[in-house]
């Protein structure tokens, strides 16, 4: 089946390190995208690519850094910048290449970061 | 740029009963909207999709929604709820460069 796989679903961080989070899709979508979610704030946009090689920075991007060499995969690294990392962590995908703009976005089921 | 307001954080609702979860945007054009259903400790699921055509929009598990431009809303119904529905659950506008802004959702609870 076609979907999205968020790797790991729980993982925790030591002060001062970086750590990834893992995002695959095998829906031959077009454009991803990664967000934050903490508790009574909703989803925040963090990056998002429309395209290989390709990202651009969202509403939250300071901390985080992303890369996008495949068209499936689009990890996320969270530096020892980010100061409050602790956050539900979901990506996301979509066919941007569609006829009509704005197909709905597919989600992982998320990976859960914490600090030690 | 678009934003989306849900103002209710919390409802409960007794097991068949009705539900209305209210979403008001905000976007200068015509919008794209979403409502997607989030169970603890899982993604996003969506629900409906609204982007243009008839105003009333049938969604799956037996939801629906109702855009109304005058009043720049897009609340989500449900008839009679059953108790898997207890979740959160976001509103979302799209806009022509494939971002979706969220609401802050809404918790679902659902009494026996």
């Known amino acids: 089946d076609g979907g999205i796989t968020q790797s790991p679903k729980y993982l925790f961080r030591k002060e001062g390190q970086n750590v990834t989070l893992s995002c695959e899709q095998n829906?031959?979508?077009?454009?991803m995208y990664w967000y934050r979610q903490d508790p009574g704030q909703g989803l925040r946009l963090i990056y998002y690519?429309?395209?290989?090689?390709?990202?651009q920075k969202g509403d939250i991007a300071e901390g985080y850094s992303v890369s996008r060499e495949k068209k499936e995969s689009f990890p996320l690294t969270v530096t020892s910048a980010q100061k409050n990392p602790t956050a539900f962590y979901l990506c996301?995908?979509?066919?941007?290449?569609?006829?009509?703009?704005?197909?709905?976005?597919?989600f992982g089921d998320g990976t859960r970061l914490s600090i030690l | 740029a678009q934003s989306v307001t849900q103002p209710d954080i919390h409802i409960t609702v007794s097991e068949g009963a009705s539900l209305e979860l209210r979403c008001n945007y905000s976007y200068g054009a015509t919008p794209y909207l979403f409502w997607y259903v989030q169970s603890p400790g899982q993604g996003l699921q969506l629900l409906l999709k609204y982007f243009s055509g008839d105003t009333l929009v049938q969604g799956i598990k037996g939801f629906e929604a109702e855009f109304k431009r005058s009043q720049s809303s897009f609340n989500l119904r449900k008839p009679s709820v059953h108790w898997s529905d207890a979740a959160e659950y976001f509103c979302a506008v799209g806009s022509n460069d494939y971002k979706l802004s969220f609401g802050a959702g809404t918790t679902v609870t659902v009494r026996a």
């Open positions: 996301a995908s979509t066919n941007s290449r569609q006829a009509d703009q704005n197909q709905p976005q597919h």
């Open positions: 690519s429309q395209i290989v090689n390709d990202f």
């Open positions: 829906l031959n979508h077009d454009a």
